[in-house]
């Protein structure tokens, strides 16, 4: 028998080019609207095609923390919107579910943290994806960073799923390179940790097999070519589906691993969990052969064995110019030991892992990755 799962999706996913410009129609006539977005893809704004007053909150940060969320709530409080719409990558989508969960009611960032502590939401919203990465268009969790604690906050609830999620891959065709690489990698992630779960559940796994498939067929094409239609749209449903994967089931070890990367280093979460995952791949491999074995040949990979596996993960990551050395990207290696403590300890993420990860095994995969 497998556990029971509870799967919360958008209720409306409108996906194509040119997309974007649904969404006035969509909202009608509000009074007002606020658009949570960063300097670049504010630039995005107009093919809403928006009516009403429209304002745009766009300091949002690669890792948002708790004072850029205050002063996101602090703009709602003020214009009091019909609407939020996140039009971004993972870190604005985050930061527009709590915004319009919160923004007209007593509570706080700590007093919803953790599952199913939102008490519920008035304002409706809708999630632009601008990136193919985190998917957090498609799911119920926002993460915000504590900067004292250096930890991620995760807030999940039912009450944060978009109304409308809007995939239109025109957006995406300005992506660099390697931008595109890493947040396609990290979507490859979510797909694979889900898979290989210890919580995995057939359904998910129907989800996880879609969004790895096409990464495998469409992120080289859309690096090479960021004008690539076809490509853009694949990584795009990956992407979203890997946010499914997200919801009931979540990720383990690998983004365990990456999270102090990017709390501590300041790495950007797609290049940490990008060079995070190959690792992890190879780490699992002994305990869950069957799933790493329909991920590899996914990916195009003849690897039958451990380190063969490891080599062409790596080789994969580094044939889309992903720097893969963590020395690198400005990493001492004597904060590497601080770092796997870090990540051993969120066992949020941790026991989901297929195969028991100690500290010095944590340790070992940032040496190997250093």
Same mark, same amino acid.
């Given at each position: 028998?497998?556990? @029971? ?10 996906? %194509? ?6 969404? %006035?129609?969509? #909202? ?21 095609? #928006? ?34 719409? %996140? ?41 632009? @994806? ?12 926002? $993460? ?11 807030? &999940? +609830? ?34 694979? &940790? ?44 990956? +992407? ?40 992890? #791949? ?11 074995? &329909?991920?590899?040949?996914? #990916? ?19 044939? $889309? ?13 004597? @904060? ?23 500290? &010095? ?10």
């Amino acid at each position: 028998m497998t556990a @029971a799962i509870t799967l919360h999706q958008p209720r409306r996913l409108i996906v %194509g080019a040119g997309t974007i410009g649904e969404v %006035g129609g969509l #909202l009608g006539t509000a009074a007002s609207t606020l658009v949570i977005a960063t300097p670049i893809t504010a630039g995005f704004v107009d093919r809403l095609k #928006l009516s009403g007053k429209v304002e745009v909150f766009d300091a949002i940060p690669g890792e948002p923390d708790i004072a850029t969320l205050e002063a996101a709530l602090g703009v709602a409080r003020k214009l009091r919107p019909q609407a939020v719409i %996140g039009l971004g990558g993972g870190s604005v989508l985050d930061v527009a579910k709590l915004v319009a969960a919160l923004w007209d009611g007593e509570q706080t960032l700590a007093d919803v943290a953790g599952p199913n502590k939102v008490l519920g939401r008035n304002t409706r919203l809708v999630q632009v @994806a601008t990136t193919a990465g985190t998917g957090s268009e498609a799911g119920i969790r926002s $993460l915000i960073t504590d900067p004292v604690k250096g930890a991620k906050i995760a807030v &999940e +609830s039912p009450h944060m799923i978009a109304d409308v999620a809007i995939l239109d891959p025109q957006l995406t065709f300005t992506v660099p390179p390697a931008v595109t690489a890493a947040t396609g990698v990290d979507a490859m992630a979510h797909c694979v &940790e889900a898979f290989t779960n210890k919580r995995a559940h057939p359904m998910i796994d129907g989800f996880a097999r879609m969004g790895f498939r096409l990464v495998g067929k469409y992120l080289a094409r859309a690096v090479k070519d960021g004008a690539d239609t076809e490509a853009r749209e694949g990584m795009m449903l990956a +992407s979203y589906y890997g946010g499914i994967c997200l919801g009931p089931v979540n990720t383990a070890a690998g983004h365990a691993i990456a999270y102090p990367l990017g709390t501590r280093l300041g790495l950007p979460h797609g290049l940490a969990n990008a060079i995070v995952f190959p690792h992890v #791949l190879a780490f699992n491999q002994p305990v869950v052969a069957e799933k790493t074995a &329909e991920v590899a040949e996914a #990916l195009g990979f003849s690897a039958n064995t451990r380190d063969a596996l490891l080599d062409e993960a790596c080789r994969f990551c580094s044939d $889309l110019d992903i720097e893969m050395q963590l020395s690198r990207h400005g990493a001492a290696e004597d @904060a590497l030991a601080g770092y796997a403590a870090e990540a051993h300890a969120n066992r949020r993420l941790m026991d989901n892992n297929p195969a028991d990860m100690s500290v &010095e095994d944590a340790l070992a995969i940032y040496r190997a990755a250093y």
